[in-house]
């Protein structure tokens, strides 16, 4: 069974930094790539960013509201995705998803974690 | 940056009804198109990918057509667990982006 655990979540003040992560099992991780994607409180969903595969060169794409600010990075010994979230905004408040992408022609997000609140506040 | 745009944004229907919701990419993003049905407190669940590739486990009542620029995802027979929010998503090109969604409640 596919599963994704998100974990990390939790209160901080603005500026300040905060990192999440995502165990993985029922599948092999290092395969695919791997993507965050959020939900500010009654909003819709944004993407945050992906890191591909090995294969792929573990490279990462990044929207541009948190380019430069946040670092994915995983590690597939640990069957792990982390997000490294830095310079924290009021704005950024949201429960953060992890999610893997399956390649058919393109990636696309076929499974979901639960997700993890990050709240930014003073 | 692709805009999606999801009409209606919301939708009141009945158990048995028929629904469709209709989701505009502002460019042509071939097939690259999926549906995701998230319902309340719970991430989102995969439904549709490449625009009407049905994801493994989700009943046929579910149903996407559309290339290019429109698309449209079709739910039969409502039953009260398919009273939901549902979000299109375009993976054509980066950034990533999803439309806004359309709540579908029990009328």
């Known amino acids: 069974e596919v599963q994704l655990v998100e974990s990390g979540g939790g209160l901080v003040q603005p500026g300040g930094s905060l990192r999440l992560s995502c165990a993985v099992s029922?599948?092999?991780?290092?395969?695919?790539?791997m993507d965050w994607v959020r939900q500010a409180p009654g909003k819709g969903l944004e993407w945050v960013g992906r890191?591909?595969?090995?294969?792929?060169?573990?490279?990462?794409e990044y929207a541009a509201s948190v380019k430069g600010r946040f670092t994915i990075s995983r590690d597939d010994s640990k069957n792990s995705l982390y997000l490294q979230m830095n310079s924290l905004k009021t704005e950024d408040t949201a429960v953060y998803y992890c999610?893997?992408?399956?390649?058919?022609?393109?990636?696309?997000?076929?499974?979901w974690g639960q997700g993890t609140l990050v709240t930014v506040s003073s | 940056d692709i805009q999606m745009t999801q009409s209606p944004s919301s939708l009141s229907a009945s158990v048995g009804d028929r629904v469709t919701i209709t989701c505009r990419a502002s460019q042509g993003i071939g097939s690259s198109l999926a549906w995701f049905q998230q319902r309340p407190g719970k991430a989102p669940k995969s439904l549709i990918y490449?625009?009407?590739s049905l994801q493994s486990g989700v009943p046929s009542k579910f149903s996407g057509s559309g290339s290019g620029t429109d698309f449209t995802l079709t739910i039969s027979s409502l039953q009260p667990e398919d009273f939901a929010t549902y979000y299109c998503q375009q993976y054509n090109s980066y950034p990533i982006t999803f439309g806004q969604g359309t709540r579908l409640e029990i009328k």
């Open positions: 029922g599948f092999t991780f290092s395969d695919h790539y």
């Open positions: 999610a893997r992408s399956v390649v058919v022609a393109a990636p696309y997000l076929d499974y």
């Open positions: 890191t591909r595969n090995k294969a792929n060169s573990y490279t990462t």
């Open positions: 490449a625009a009407s």
